[in-house]
């Protein structure tokens, strides 16, 4: 007994799965399938035609945000912009003037030294452009003494005085970084000549929202001080009404 867990098993092999069902028929047997219906081939084009253009018209699915919030009933993505409305509107400045990637700026940045403010100009290519509302920035960029100096400013920064666009330039990118490579006559960028009605459209609209505003401003001036003046003529009219008064009891 000792010595026969020592003594090699027998092998048994593994007896194979039946291949036949239940009712005698092989497992792997094919299965009757249904009749398969084809349509003419002009069938098949109007109803391809037919489904490009029902999806082509069919209206586009909601965003799950704007779902969410009709089902709510909040506003989403008006809050900062209605707030981003007013501080613009508030702001005591004119109007950024419209430039891109690729144009030469200067900037006048008031600095502080001291207990003196002075205005520094910063005169350079835009080498790229982002946020949106209050936040979007500008990066600047001027060789100096064959350095490269890139600075970056806020668009709506108290700091940043006046932006003047000195050159348009003619660019195929929205980021310029390929300039930091660059250096001399190759860093140089060709001048848009073309494609500058946009330009001069949102110029000219800045140019109509600045006038308006300025009507404005005069027109809120006048009112007000029409309506200082006919309170003053009621006063004094009050005030002699009075004496008139006084006097006929005398």
Do not use: W
Not at 95 to 104: I, W
């Amino acid at each position: 007994r000792a010595l026969a867990q020592f003594a090699p098993r027998k092998y048994h092999p593994r007896r194979s799965r039946s291949t036949r069902g239940a009712a005698g028929a092989p497992l792997n047997a094919p299965q009757a399938s249904a009749p398969k219906f084809h349509a003419p081939p002009e069938t098949m084009r109007v109803i391809a035609v037919i489904a490009s253009a029902s999806a082509l018209l069919a209206p586009a699915p909601a965003p799950r945000q704007t779902c969410l919030a009709a089902r709510s009933g909040i506003k989403t993505g008006t809050i900062m912009a209605e707030f981003e409305a007013r501080q613009l509107a508030a702001m005591d400045r004119d109007e950024p003037p419209p430039f891109s990637a690729g144009d030469t700026v200067n900037v006048a940045c008031e600095i502080t030294e001291g207990t003196t403010k002075r205005i520094q100009n910063y005169a350079g290519v835009v080498i790229k452009r982002s946020g949106a509302g209050l936040t979007q920035t500008f990066t600047v960029r001027k060789m100096s003494s064959g350095i490269g100096v890139e600075r970056t400013f806020p668009v709506y920064a108290p700091s940043v005085t006046k932006i003047e666009v000195l050159r348009r330039g003619s660019v195929r990118r929205s980021k310029l970084y390929y300039l930091r490579q660059l250096t001399g006559k190759s860093a140089r960028i060709k001048e848009k000549v073309r494609g500058l009605a946009y330009v001069e459209r949102q110029e000219a609209a800045i140019a109509e929202k600045k006038a308006a505003a300025l009507q404005a401003a005069a027109d809120a001036k006048a009112a007000e001080e029409a309506a200082a003046a006919a309170a003053k003529a009621a006063e004094e009219a009050a005030a002699k009404a009075e004496e008139e008064a006084a006097e006929a009891e005398e």
